[in-house]
């Protein structure tokens, strides 16, 4: 692997150099603002605080890949997302389910093939196929918001609000590239505008979730 091939998949980029997609870069402020909102309201809970530094994380990353577009920066832009995911998984079967330690766990592990499973199914989706990777997290989250329906009503609602904030952050993530002749400047910037809110979000909704409960176990 050349992890210093040049990458260009987004609409803005028209040449490989630094600053060939400056909206897409400085949004990424997006996650790096909604990581300091959340930090400073952690309330000492540390999986939201984890959850915060990934946040900071995806930001960084996300700016390196739409600054140097090369594989490397590719790489540091998607693990802290995949990250984030995972330690979201193991702390929502733990904290909103009351689930012991290994069977969150587990539910990581399981993620892996679930998303194995269901990406070729989002592929076959008209005009999704750039984001179908992407695709199995907000159903995930829809099907855990189900899931808490009756015992937790207010989680089960924030998490269907976030899900529904990542599908539209998809629909623009997928559009991009389609209509780069209509709109030259693309629309993946709203992904992260977006994307930043729903992970902000959803870092709010397990705060609030904790505290709500008797004893704080974040």
Same mark, same amino acid.
């Given at each position: 692997m050349?992890l ?6 987004y ?7 630094f600053w ?17 909102? @959340? ?36 790489? !540091? ?24 330690w ?16 269901l990406?070729?199914l989002?592929?076959?989706? /008209? ?10 997290? /907000? ?20 998490? !269907? ?13 997928s ?5 780069c002749?209509?709109? /030259?400047?693309?629309?993946?910037? @709203? ?10 979000? @959803? ?6 979730? @904790? ?5 704080k176990?974040?």
């Amino acid at each position: 692997m050349d992890l210093t091939q040049s990458v260009d998949g987004y609409c803005e980029r028209i040449d490989p150099s630094f600053w060939a997609e400056p909206v897409n870069a400085i949004t990424n402020a997006a996650f790096l603002i909604a990581a300091i909102i @959340m930090w400073r309201r952690s309330d000492g809970l540390r999986i939201a605080q984890l959850l915060c530094i990934i946040l900071f994380a995806i930001g960084i990353g996300s700016f390196l890949f739409h600054t140097f577009a090369q594989t490397w920066a590719g790489m !540091a832009d998607v693990f802290p997302i995949i990250l984030y995911i995972l330690v979201y998984i193991f702390a929502a079967t733990r904290d909103f389910y009351g689930q012991k330690w290994w069977i969150a766990a587990l539910a990581v592990v399981l993620f892996f093939p679930y998303t194995a499973a269901l990406v070729p199914l989002f592929q076959q989706i /008209p005009g999704f196929e750039s984001s179908a990777a992407y695709g199995p997290v /907000p159903l995930l989250i829809f099907i855990y918001a189900f899931g808490l329906r009756n015992g937790a009503l207010q989680t089960a609602k924030g998490l !269907a609000i976030g899900a529904s904030i990542v599908c539209l952050s998809l629909f623009f993530r997928s559009i991009d590239e389609p209509l780069c002749n209509i709109l /030259p400047l693309g629309t993946h910037f @709203m992904w992260h505008i977006l994307n930043g809110i729903a992970l902000g979000w @959803m870092i709010e909704i397990y705060r609030r979730h @904790m505290l709500a409960r008797p004893t704080k176990l974040g």
